[in-house]
């Protein structure tokens, strides 16, 4: 997201082994919604924003994980 917000919605997706997410934002919101059967692993880089997991689990049991590669300037990336 450049100047701009972007929204992966994937509550809905079934996800059958683990998978990587790169998200970039730039002056720009990015969220991410992902299905509480997964884990996540964020690793980030942020100069004047942030990347934060704001997620409720029902468990710690989750065998998935999917692996959060998010960078931003002056910018946000939400997993939720």
Excluded: C, M, W
Aim: glycine residues 8%; proline residues 1%; hydrophobic residues 40%.
């Amino acid at each position: 997201a450049v100047f701009g917000y972007d929204k992966l919605d994937l509550r809905n997706a079934q996800i059958k082994q683990n998978a990587v997410i790169s998200a970039t934002a730039f002056f720009g919101e990015i969220n991410i919604i992902l299905p509480n059967n997964v884990k996540t692993k964020i690793v980030s880089n942020s100069i004047f924003g942030s990347v934060e997991e704001k997620r409720f689990r029902e468990s710690e049991k989750e065998d998935i994980t999917v692996h959060i590669d998010g960078k931003t300037l002056f910018g946000g990336i939400k997993v939720r």
